[in-house]
């Protein structure tokens, strides 16, 4: 046969063959990402809201404390704690953490900037905000049908209620969730070691918001 019409051949074959695996990704995505809806867990609404309240005073106390002994590494935990858990909170919930959020990055950015006191006022008003009644006078959770899929939050961290990464989501079919729990997570952003796989229903994770670039999370409460 010709070399330029057996390349050409083997081109073809090649392409044809990227084409079909293509379709197939497609297909399965499109059966697999079934809209899911946000802000179901399975504790009860009000237990939520408040475990997640409780979690983000508690890193604020830590935070206050770090903040009057001089302990950095204990405040930048803390306060990066405190915003993971509120910025679940502020998607999945009422507009309970919108405050409290807003002081913590007032908080994170007066540090930066060696502004002591700046930050300590912050940190002061976002444990009041935090500690004050929900606006609805309810304290419930968001649920409502979402345009994300489960697709979207493969690869999510997850938190647990004060904002420590305990593991990423590696898939969510059927209603369930397959998540990577222990282990050495997010290492330099993107590398994984270790850790026990655990299957729960998605309802009981409390979905944060799933961005289309930058970090996905995902609260697991006790």
Request: glycine share 12%; aromatic share 4%.
């Amino acid at each position: 046969m010709n070399p330029t019409k057996l390349i050409t051949a083997l081109i073809g074959m090649l392409v044809m063959g990227v084409l079909a695996f293509w379709g197939m990704a497609a297909l399965w995505s499109y059966r697999t990402a079934q809209p899911i809806e946000r802000g179901q867990s399975g504790l009860a609404a009000t237990d939520t809201v408040r475990a997640l309240q409780q979690g983000v005073q508690q890193d604020l106390q830590l935070a206050k404390s770090a903040l009057q002994n001089g302990n950095q590494t204990d405040l930048a935990r803390a306060l990066d704690g405190a915003r993971r858990v509120a910025r679940v909170g502020n998607f999945a919930a009422d507009p309970l953490f919108a405050t409290p959020l807003g002081a913590i990055e007032s908080a994170r950015n007066a540090i930066q900037n060696h502004q002591h006191t700046v930050a300590v006022k912050a940190v002061q008003e976002a444990l009041g905000a935090i500690a004050a009644e929900s606006p609805t006078g309810r304290g419930e959770l968001t649920v409502k049908p979402d345009q994300y899929t489960r697709q979207q939050y493969e690869g999510a961290v997850v938190i647990n209620a004060c904002g420590d990464r305990i593991g990423r989501v590696k898939t969510m079919t059927g209603g369930k969730a397959v998540l990577v729990l222990g282990g050495k997570q997010d290492i330099f952003g993107f590398i994984n070691v270790g850790g026990t796989e655990v299957t729960v229903p998605v309802h009981d994770l409390v979905l944060g918001q799933a961005h289309r670039l930058g970090p996905k999370m995902v609260a697991l409460l006790p």
